[in-house]
């Protein structure tokens, strides 16, 4: 559950099924980004960083886990989709 100080692995699931990914349950924070963002489009990538700078910039404590798992994977991916996209 989300609490307003602290985010969490349910979390982080949590929040991005309600932009619209699709995560199993039980998934890990690494597993849910890297499902997160496989075939990102425009809409997606949108609605993903949308919800990253949320987090990144809210007041809630962010697990190490999850952080990890935005770090490595939601932030390279983001960047990527970006760059490709600016050169297409």
Known sequence: M???????QDDLIGQLRSIG??????ASAEQACAQAVCGLTEDR???????VERMLSGSAT???AVRQ???QQLLPALA?????????
């Open 62 to 64: 962010i697990l190490p």
């Open 45 to 51: 990538a949108r609605a993903l960083r949308q919800l």
């Open 80 to 88: 990527t989709y970006n760059k490709a996209r600016t050169e297409a």
């Open 2 to 8: 989300m609490h307003a100080d602290l985010i969490d």
């Open 69 to 71: 798992a935005i770090d």
């Open 21 to 26: 990914f699709e995560t199993p349950s039980g």
